[in-house]
Nanobody, 128 residues
Framework: QVQLVESGGGLVQAGGSLRLSCAAS??????????MGWFRQAPGKERMFVTS????????DYADSVKGRFTISRDNAKNTVYLQMDSLKPEDTAVYYC???????????????????WGQGTQVTVSS
């Protein structure tokens, strides 16, 4: 049974930084064959794409709202994907979800329905 477990969320002041981690286990195939992504859901809003990374880390994609501030990376040896969040803004406040699936086409890496596996989410709160 695939499990994705996020950690690293918390409360931070505007302008601060946080690093989220997502550890994968129970995978049917090697972690290095999974495209991974981060999504977020603010109160009263739909879940939205934040960023994604290909199975080999060779390509990434970012939502316009986080470009230049957030960085996704992965360590395939540790079965872990990271989200470094800098220059945080109050509007970044949301529950952040890790998601994954095997070999998602680059063209649809931002689509929620491309991901089969989801974590339980971690809360990020940015105070003004």
């Amino acid at each position: 049974q695939v499990q994705l477990v996020e950690s690293g969320g918390g409360l931070v002041q505007a302008g601060g930084s946080l690093r989220l981690s997502c550890a994968a286990s129970g995978l049917a195939f090697a972690f290095s064959s999974y495209t991974m992504g981060w999504f977020r859901q603010a109160p009263g809003k739909e879940r939205m794409f934040v960023t994604s990374i290909t199975y080999d880390g060779g390509s990434t994609d970012y939502a316009d709202s986080v470009k230049g501030r957030f960085t996704i990376s992965r360590d395939n040896a540790k079965n872990t994907v990271y989200l470094q969040m800098d220059s945080l803004k109050p509007e970044d406040t949301a529950v952040y979800y890790c998601a994954g699936n095997e070999y998602i086409s680059i063209a649809i890496m931002s689509a929620m329905n491309a991901y089969a596996y989801w974590g339980q989410g971690t809360q990020v709160t940015v105070s003004s």
